[in-house]
């Protein structure tokens, strides 16, 4: 054979054992936490010591380690690698696609805002597909932290000291005629929106825009970033109002899931 034919065979030879490697690992599922050889002999069709040797494989190479019951069970490779997966993932990365999805599913737009100190920033926005509304709220945009229910939601969870110290260093400005500035009326709202899970504002940072916000929480369950949408008025009837509520507060929840997820 020449030496091209030799390397030819080598390659196939070496990519038909990571294959069969792959289709191992793939066999763990939650119903499904440890395998022994002749299960691995049963599925990809081949003879038990042939099963028995991609197995030993991946347990030198720490993807597979013995299970105290007998067979294997994921080693520590995967668990390392599991977690160099999830740190690859910024909030934004994980966000956007459901965003993207809610953006879709609604027909309105869909932001994703964090704290920072004394101010609110703009991290994504997702538009659906047809936007026929504008709204002046772009990535990097920075605001107060009343400004709006993007902003509401990212302290309505804080300790009250916390909140105290903001409202005393920073104190709320009046954007529009329907701005909550008061400290009685700010302690107010932070009440309601804790007790309802979300908040919705109607005219508080531009006077034709409502939106609504529901917290994302990450794995110890503290708010981390705000999910809202937002839209003008008159699209938004009082019927069509609890509709989005509880498409944010789903989204919000299944981004808080996924958020905990990649920080364990």
């Not at 054992?17 to 395998?35: S, V, Y």
């Amino acid at each position: 054979m020449t030496e091209a034919g030799n390397r030819s065979t080598t390659y196939r030879d070496k990519n038909s054992t990571a294959d069969r490697a792959l289709d191992i690992l793939g066999m763990f599922a939650t119903e499904r936490l440890r395998i022994r050889s002749a299960d691995v002999a049963g599925e990809l069709g081949v003879a038990r010591s042939t099963a028995y040797r991609y197995l030993s494989t991946l347990h030198r190479a720490g993807y597979l380690e013995d299970d105290p019951q007998g067979g294997f069970r994921l080693g520590q490779k995967v668990f390392e690698l599991a977690r160099l997966a999830r740190s690859s993932y910024g909030l934004s990365a994980v966000a956007l696609p459901i965003m993207e999805r809610i953006a879709a599913e609604i027909g309105e737009t869909v932001l994703l805002t964090r704290r920072s100190g004394a101010q609110v920033v703009c991290l994504e926005k997702a538009e659906p597909p047809e936007n026929r509304v504008r709204l002046s709220y772009q990535r990097g945009t920075v605001l107060p932290l009343n400004a709006g229910a993007s902003a509401w939601v990212l302290i309505a969870w804080e300790p009250p000291d916390e909140c105290e110290r903001l409202l005393a260093e920073h104190p709320f400005t009046e954007l529009t005629s329907a701005s909550v500035v008061s400290p009685s009326d700010v302690a107010a709202r932070l009440g309601d929106i804790r007790n309802a899970g979300f908040a919705v504002t109607r005219g508080e940072l531009d006077p034709d825009a409502i939106g609504i916000a529901a917290p994302i929480r990450d794995d110890q369950g503290k708010v981390v970033a705000g999910l809202s949408v937002v839209s003008i008025n008159r699209r938004v009837p009082a019927d069509r109002e609890t509709e989005l509520v509880e498409a944010v507060l789903k989204s919000a929840g299944e981004l808080s899931t996924r958020i905990a997820l990649v920080a364990n």
